[in-house]
């Protein structure tokens, strides 16, 4: 029904930036809250950031003041700018979303196929 694929990961040196994206397609007719989780080796998925579609978002500790979560809605796709990455970023990036798929308000929350980030010098 709802298909969500990042890109935008990729190898960068302690100190960089990245860039990931998330794009929706399929039966949508309103994206609610778009977030970014993380999995690390050995360690559980956590959320990273979260954006309403009024665009209220909310960070984990660990990445305030370093990423920032965007969203076009037109395009049903979500950003996260990350700066000063560490190696303590590393992990598989995933997209999630709430998704409304028709008019009787039935719902779909699922993830993308993730996108790893690799800091490393």
């Known amino acids: 029904q709802v298909q969500l694929v990042e890109s935008g990961g990729g190898l960068v040196q302690p100190g960089g930036s990245l860039r990931l994206s998330c794009a929706a397609s399929?039966?949508?007719?309103?994206?609610?809250?778009m977030s970014w989780y993380r999995q690390a080796p050995n360690k559980e998925r956590e959320l990273v950031a979260a954006i309403t579609s009024g665009r209220s978002t909310n960070y984990a500790d660990s990445v305030k003041g370093r990423f920032t979560i965007s969203r076009d809605n037109p395009k049903n796709t979500v950003h996260l700018q990350m700066n000063s990455l560490t190696r303590e970023d590393t992990a598989v990036y995933y997209c999630?979303?709430?998704?409304?798929?028709?008019?009787?308000?039935?719902?779909?929350?699922?993830w993308g196929q993730g996108t790893q980030v690799t800091v490393s010098s």
């Open positions: 399929g039966t949508i007719l309103v994206i609610n809250t």
């Open positions: 999630a979303a709430d998704v409304v798929i028709d008019e009787y308000g039935s719902k779909w929350h699922g």
